[in-house]
Nanobody, 124 residues
Framework: QVQLVESGGGLVQAGGSLRLSCAAS????????MGWFRRAPGKEREFVAA????????NYADSVKGRFTISRDNSKNTVYLQMNSLKPEDTAVYFC?????????????????WGQGTQVTVSS
């Protein structure tokens, strides 16, 4: 299955921005619907954003709409999560995920491949 590696996490002040990257290998990224999830300390994994194989259809959690943008560059086998106007409650480990679906997925249980996660910490 496809291997996924996240990068771009770090420490940022509230109101700042980060761009996360998820690099895929072993498979062609265009064959996968991609998603981003996060897990805050002591909380369950939460859906953040997802998009279809071609970057046409997207879905966002209400908590990040207008602030986060998911995108993909299939030529680079990479998916991105641009995070703007970050809030302390965005602090979490962020994971990218992939599945060979033709539809945008928002349920973590539907994704078959996962990255290792990257830490995002937003200070106030």
């Amino acid at each position: 299955q496809v291997q996924l590696v996240e990068s771009g996490g770090g420490l940022v002040q509230a109101g700042g921005s980060l761009r996360l990257s998820c690099a895929a290998s072993g498979r062609t990224l265009s064959s996968y619907v991609m998603g981003w999830f996060r897990r805050a300390p002591g909380k369950e994994r939460e859906f953040v954003a997802a998009m279809d194989r071609f970057g046409i259809s997207t879905n966002y959690a209400d908590s990040v709409k207008g602030r986060f943008t998911i995108s993909r560059d299939n030529s680079k086998n990479t998916v991105y999560l641009q995070m703007n106007s970050l809030k302390p409650e965005d602090t979490a480990v962020y994971f990218c995920a992939a599945d060979r679906s033709f539809h945008v997925l928002v349920d973590a249980s539907r994704f078959g491949s996962w990255g290792q996660g990257t830490q995002v910490t937003v200070s106030s």
